[in-house]
């Protein structure tokens, strides 16, 4: 999710799980030190594969994998 100051909207995030049935993507912490600068982890998981770490960092536009 995204605030803007004023709502919240739905960000696009990074699947790096897959988008295909039985994939996991989960994002399970964020830290942010500035509305440019936030880092979210979690697993992610492709169907038939093994859990993952993964990290992603918020530029204050997009989130890319970090």
Not at 6 to 31: C, I, M, Q
Not at 39 to 44: C, D, F, L, S, T
Not at 45 to 57: D, M, N, Q, R
Request: hydrophobic share 40%.
């Amino acid at each position: 999710m995204h605030w803007d100051g004023g709502t919240w909207s739905l960000a696009d995030t990074p699947e790096l799980g897959g988008t295909a049935s039985g994939d996991v993507n989960n994002l399970d912490a964020v830290r942010c030190t500035s509305s440019a600068n936030c880092w979210a982890v979690g697993v992610a998981k492709v169907s038939g594969g093994s859990f993952f770490g993964t990290a992603l960092h918020w530029d204050g536009t997009v989130w890319s994998p970090g």
